[in-house]
């Protein structure tokens, strides 16, 4: 099994900065992409950033310029740096992992709260 664990959440004023980790451990399996989702009360989970194995980063429009994936060399840490952080990306952010071969996110940590007050 893959376990992926969130950390860095918090609460800051807007205008501010968090680093948000996520640490992949367990058993070896090709990662083919990770990303960071994040839900609000009452919204739908909305896909913010993901990066492939190659490196390739896509951002949802509304982060795109203040948000930043990034993986440590060994591919087994996955971080978003968000600055410039508004009141509407107050959300829990979670870490998710999708194999080699798949489509869907199969893995996914437990989230980490991220407030961000006016």
């Known amino acids: 099994q893959v376990q992926l664990v969130e950390s860095g959440g918090g609460l800051v004023q807007a205008g501010g900065s968090l680093r948000l980790l996520c640490r992949r451990s367990?058993?070896?399996?090709?990662?083919?992409?990770m990303c960071w989702y994040r839900q609000a009360p009452g919204k739908q989970r909305e896909l913010v950033a993901a990066?492939?194995?190659?490196?390739?980063?896509t951002y949802v429009d509304s982060v795109e310029g203040r948000f930043a994936i990034s993986r440590d060399g060994a591919k087994n840490t996955v971080f978003l740096q968000m600055n410039s952080l508004k009141p509407e990306d107050t959300a829990v952010y979670y870490c998710?992992?999708?194999?080699?071969?798949?489509?869907?996110?199969?893995?996914w940590g437990q989230g980490t709260q991220v407030t961000v007050s006016s």
């Open positions: 998710a992992a999708k194999r080699v071969g798949t489509t869907l996110y199969d893995y």
């Open positions: 367990g058993i070896f399996v090709s990662i083919n992409a």
């Open positions: 990066i492939t194995a190659s490196g390739t980063t």
